[in-house]
């Protein structure tokens, strides 16, 4: 079984300033990782994932986050926020396995909201 | 293409109710998960269909029940409604070609009164 942990429900960030969401994970196999964000009355929009690889993955967006096995933890980062990366953005987890469409676990969640 | 379709988009019901929620995958999809965001909580994991049979399954009791039709649209059962039934219910289609190409509808919200 897997688990997540969201470490900050909530995150205030003044418009054009770095951001760092924690995600930390609990897993007993090996496993992909995912950031969703969820906009107000909106479904949840893959942000980014590590699936192998290169530990270090990017959005579009200018999000990043980094894979690591030894703190089991993946992090989210971006260097400038703006007003539109107000939203909730949620760490998830999953097992590999040969079906291919391994049940997500996700954390509780970190709203972010941007100050101008 | 419309992506993940889901019907209604509000619903209201009593304790004791039964109620439906509809989801259709996105063009090319064939399987359909069901997920349970309670307010402030993370989604969690209901169940998954594949071919029209249930093949994964979080912890939710047998109130819970869910079918996948010939098209790959997909149904959500509740019975017996509990206050604690309230939350949004949310549909995510992929293919079981790729794992990584999983795509949510925006949800049903149902309260339960």
């Known amino acids: 079984a897997q688990s997540v942990t969201q470490l900050d429900s909530q995150v205030p960030v003044f418009e054009e300033a770095p951001v760092e969401l924690r995600c930390n994970y609990s897993?007993?196999?090996?496993?992909?990782l995912f950031w969703y964000v969820q906009y107000p009355n909106q479904g949840l929009q893959l942000l980014l994932k590590?699936?192998?690889?290169?530990?270090l993955v990017e959005s579009i967006n200018g999000f990043e986050a980094e894979f690591n096995k030894s703190q089991t933890s993946f992090h989210l980062r971006k260097p400038s926020v703006h007003i539109s990366d107000t939203a909730e953005y949620f760490c998830?987890?999953?097992?590999?396995?040969?079906?291919?469409?391994?049940?997500?676990?996700f954390g509780t969640g970190t709203r972010l909201t941007i100050i101008p | 293409d419309a992506g993940v379709t889901q019907s209604p988009t509000h619903l209201i019901k009593t304790r004791g109710q039964q109620v439906t929620l509809r989801c259709s995958p996105k063009?090319?999809?064939?399987?359909v998960s069901w997920y349970q965001q309670a307010l402030g909580q993370g989604p969690q994991f209901i169940f998954q269909?594949?071919?029209?049979?249930?093949?994964q399954r979080g912890n939710f009791p047998d109130r819970f029940s869910g079918h996948q039709f010939p098209n790959y649209s997909s149904e959500l059962n509740v019975n017996a409604l509990l206050l604690g039934d309230s939350a949004l219910y949310l549909c995510?289609?992929?293919?079981?070609?790729?794992?990584?190409?999983?795509?949510f509808g925006s949800g049903t919200q149902l309260s339960v009164l």
């Open positions: 590590y699936l192998s690889g290169s530990t």
């Open positions: 995510a289609s992929s293919s079981v070609k790729g794992y990584e190409k999983l795509f």
């Open positions: 998830a987890v999953s097992g590999l396995s040969n079906f291919g469409n391994e049940k997500l676990t």
């Open positions: 897993s007993s196999v090996s496993v992909y």
């Open positions: 063009s090319g999809h064939d399987t």
């Open positions: 269909y594949y071919e029209e049979e249930e093949r």
